[in-house]
């Protein structure tokens, strides 16, 4: 059975890169006591997905991540769980059970909601709350992506699915495709802003804040349905046993350990064949020299 998990990512660990929070949350897991699945191979390890990384030194209300578990007890036990075993600045806010068949959270991505505010005195010169509106009304918004093998010119306006400024509280709201075959980036925009008025903005100008990540529940070419990715799932109010999980590691363990006992009767054969070449190679010597006495 699949569970999707939904994290906030705030203060210091920030700067914590998505490999190591990868890390953190495999040994989370185990802190927790979550009976999670692991793959059948020689090198078993976490079934784990996660949704859009995020970029260091943003933060974030919304990150997600599912886990394949043998059995699962409740929602706000495993989500308490998992809370005790965390550290400072990671932070879950819900545990759901994903339905057969749901796809996995990279692949669900559809769009992400960010928020971006200047530091204070990194400020562009222009007036970026009033003008924001006329530069969303454009047909075209291009930028330059540099792959491995060339440079692109890319048009993003597409992607860019709301755009907006909060006078009150000097913020810049936006909703971007993030999948995987679009992937657009707050960072992208606000440069793009910036040219679009002919200045480039200073080194760490602004900060973003990931509001949420979100799947499209549309069917394929009807327009956006977004919802929060945690929203297909459905609380955990008891717990449950997945048999056939079960089974097939009960049945993965018994090929490795029959895999190991198999490599250490080779070991052995191994050993003693070459304890006997040595005494052969003995006492072949020893005939030598009494003959050639």
């Not at 600045?89 to 990279?106: D, Q």
């Not at 400020?123 to 509106?133: I, N, Q, R, V």
């Not at 009304?137 to 792959?147: D, L």
């Not at 997945?242 to 590691?249: G, H």
Request: charged fraction near 25%; aromatic fraction near 8%.
């Amino acid at each position: 059975m699949k569970v999707r998990v939904k994290f906030c990512k705030y203060g210091p660990v920030r700067f914590i890169g998505h490999l190591d929070v990868m890390r953190f949350f495999q040994k989370c897991i185990r802190r927790a006591g979550i009976d999670v699945a692991y793959t059948t191979g020689f090198s078993p390890h976490q079934i784990m997905t996660f949704a859009a990384p995020l970029g260091v030194g943003l933060t974030s209300d919304g990150e997600y991540m599912d886990i394949e578990c043998n059995s699962v007890t409740s929602s706000r036990d495993m989500l308490e769980s998992l809370n005790r075993a965390s550290a400072p600045g990671i932070e879950i806010v819900s545990v759901v059970l994903l339905p057969e068949g749901a796809g996995n959270a990279m692949a669900s991505v559809a769009a992400a909601g960010y928020t971006v505010r200047f530091r204070e005195g990194r400020e562009p010169s222009f007036d970026y709350m009033g003008k924001l509106a006329e530069f969303y009304a454009r047909p075209e918004i291009m930028i330059t992506k540099e792959t491995k093998k060339n440079t692109l010119t890319v048009n993003i306006r597409p992607g860019i699915y709301e755009l907006q400024a909060d006078p009150n509280s000097r913020a810049i709201h936006m909703l971007v495709d993030a999948s995987s075959g679009g992937n657009i980036k707050p960072q992208q925009v606000m440069d793009a802003y910036a040219a679009w008025q002919g200045e480039n903005l200073v080194e760490n100008a602004y900060t973003i804040h990931r509001r949420d990540t979100f799947l499209n529940l549309a069917d394929g070419g009807a327009p956006l349905r977004l919802a929060p990715m945690d929203a297909i799932g459905s609380p955990i109010l008891e717990p449950l046993v997945d048999e056939e999980r079960i089974r097939i590691t009960r049945e993965a363990q018994q090929r490795r350990e029959e895999a190991a006992e198999e490599a250490k009767r080779l070991r052995r054969e191994a050993l003693a064949a070459k304890e006997a070449e040595q005494q052969e190679w003995k006492n072949s010597s020893k005939t030598q020299k009494i003959q050639e006495k």
